[in-house]
């Protein structure tokens, strides 16, 4: 493992995106607070924000941008009215000292400031520094320093509580807890393997279960962590339904907005449109397919077989019918058709309920389909009825319930099924090994080695154990100025 290098010198840069009314620009490094008097006219306290005035030399040929000469003498210029706040370290986001400056938002005035900062030794900060150098100084592990730029990027509330869960320490404690018990048992199998005349049967009989149990509190997180793809892309949710049963109108109802062409002609909805929503917090892409229905049309043929694949694929499929023309045949083929190809979460939706007739159309569908289990959603797609309680059935139904610890970050998935394959390989070992008496040397060490190599791959989502390239990946993808 190679090793870390901190850094020592001071770094600045714009926080906020270029063209607001405020700009923020933040620094951090032992040397900041001298820059901060040097060029602030306010009062200087600890998490105090102050009013004062941003004043600096200009030389008298106009010099910018280069370097400031000792006893410069140039006139005093002000550059802005700011507030500043100063945070001295350890107590700051980096765990150095700090200051952010919250200035007028205008390209001259920020480039004015950052020209100040620059004469004074300071360098514009890379990618992610800050929270490298908060990660360096132990302010926060690589659990949080991830789930810091998850919250920057999160589309919706769900993805931001996963993410802040994360940011909170909730995951890290989850997988220091797993780290913990492997780590003891790791260290009393060395002794057992010291010691091998005394190998102590305890430690060997209690394997499997301190394995297994780390194998499932594992497969835990990484089952959680599929739904990591559905916080990042969207659940996806197909509507099926004959020509005009009103998927369009459902599609445009749960968007609040008329984007999908809606025509009481039939089969105009031909190939797949697809729209992502913030469905109570959660993102959901929803696909508005063709209706679907016996046809010679060719084209209809091949939209309608798109329409198939994509509830194939779909997290959640809703069968939409049209409550007032009562449930045809057409539509019992369809439902059959939809069984057959073993679609996830289907949830039956009669629509048209503003409409004489809807009743007798979910006591048909009991009947034709009592696998699944009568659960019918009665909506309006005209009157807004019925659409808080499918929405709230489709959140259900995708599995993203509130209060669940979700992995939102790729890396940490490959970490956790690492560790995984190789506690399993421990426990396919050891299980090798007959019982817990027969155990034999070779073997024990062969386990030690990959409760390990397990312990290693955990090592490396918190930060324990991280190479230099590793932290170089991971906080490139962060932005400037966070
Ligand atoms: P699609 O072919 O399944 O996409 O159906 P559309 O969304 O294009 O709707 C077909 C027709 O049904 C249109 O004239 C809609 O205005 C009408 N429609 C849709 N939903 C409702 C509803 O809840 N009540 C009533 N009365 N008409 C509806």
């Given at each position: 493992?190679k ?31 001298p820059?901060l008097?040097e ?6 306290e600890?998490?105090?924000l102050?009013?004062g005035?941003i ?11 280069e370097?400031r000469?000792?006893n ?15 945070f ?23 480039s004015a ?14 990618a ?9 100084n ?8 991830d789930?810091v ?34 780590l ?11 010691y ?21 509190r ?11 793809k559905i ?8 509507i099926?339904?004959r020509?005009?049963?009103g ?9 609040n907005a ?13 190939d ?5 929503i ?11 397919t063709a ?5 010679g049309?060719?084209?209809?043929k ?29 539509d ?5 058709k ?10 039956f939706?009669?629509?048209?309920c503003?409409l ?13 389909a009592p696998e ?22 489709i959140?259900?139904?995708?599995g ?6 979700i992995?939102?970050n790729?890396?940490h ?11 399993c390989?421990?426990?396919?070992l050891f299980?090798?090994?007959?019982n817990?008496?027969?155990?034999l ?10 409760v ?20 170089d990946?991971?906080?490139?993808r ?5």
């Amino acid at each position: 493992m190679k090793k870390i290098n901190t850094c020592n010198d001071n770094i600045f840069a714009l926080s906020t995106p270029v063209g607001g009314a405020i700009a923020v620009i933040r620094a951090s490094g032992s040397g900041v607070l001298p820059v901060l008097r040097e060029i602030f006219s306010g009062r200087i306290e600890h998490r105090q924000l102050n009013y004062g005035k941003i004043t600096d030399r200009i030389e008298p040929d106009g010099g910018q941008g280069e370097e400031r000469k000792e006893n410069d003498t140039g006139a005093l210029a002000v550059l802005d009215e700011a507030m500043a706040v100063y945070f001295r370290a350890p107590h700051s986001y980096t765990g150095e000292d700090m200051f952010e400056l919250n200035l007028h938002g205008s390209y001259s005035v920020v480039s004015a400031v950052s020209r100040a900062l620059t004469r004074r030794g300071m360098r514009l900060a890379e990618a992610g520094e800050f929270t490298k150098r908060a990660f360096l100084n132990g302010k926060m592990d690589l659990v949080q320093a991830d789930a810091v730029m998850d919250l920057i990027n999160a589309e919706t509330r769900r993805g931001a509580s996963a993410a802040l869960e994360q940011l909170e320490g909730g995951l890290s404690m989850r997988i220091g807890a797993i780290e913990e018990k492997l780590l003891d048992f790791a260290s009393e199998l060395a002794a057992a393997m010291d010691y091998p005349e005394e190998m102590e049967d305890e430690v060997l009989s209690a394997t499997p279960e301190v394995l297994n149990s780390a194998i499932s509190r594992i497969r835990d997180l990484i089952d959680n962590g599929n739904c990591n793809k559905i916080i990042r892309e969207g659940a996806k949710l197909a509507i099926l339904g004959r020509p005009n049963v009103g998927k369009s109108s459902l599609l445009n109802a749960l968007m609040n907005a008329e984007r999908a062409i809606v025509t009481n002609i039939a089969g105009t909805t031909r190939d797949v449109l697809e729209e992502k929503i913030d469905l109570l917090g959660l993102p959901v892409r929803i696909a508005d397919t063709a209706g679907i229905h016996e046809t010679g049309d060719a084209v209809e043929k091949i939209g309608i077989e798109r329409a198939l694949h994509e509830a194939a694929s779909a997290e959640c499929v809703l069968l939409l019918f049209d409550g007032s023309a009562g449930i045809t045949q057409e539509d019992e083929r369809l439902v059959q058709k939809v069984f057959g190809m073993n679609c996830r979460n289907i949830i039956f939706v009669i629509n048209k309920c503003d409409l004489p007739d809807c009743g007798t159309a979910a006591e048909k569908l009991k009947n034709i389909a009592p696998e699944n289990g009568g659960s019918i959603s009665r909506i309006s797609c005209r009157t807004g009825f019925g659409l808080e309680e499918l929405k709230h059935r489709i959140a259900e139904a995708v599995g993203l319930s509130e209060g669940r610890a979700i992995v939102t970050n790729e890396r940490h998935i490959e970490c956790l099924s690492a560790a995984c394959a190789e506690l399993c390989e421990a426990a396919e070992l050891f299980s090798k090994g007959g019982n817990a008496a027969e155990m034999l040397l070779p073997q024990t060490e062969l386990v030690a080695e990959s409760v390990g190599n397990a312990l290693h791959c955990l090592g490396e989502i918190s930060g324990r154990e991280v190479s230099e390239e590793l932290l170089d990946r991971i906080f490139e993808r962060f932005c400037v100025g966070k």
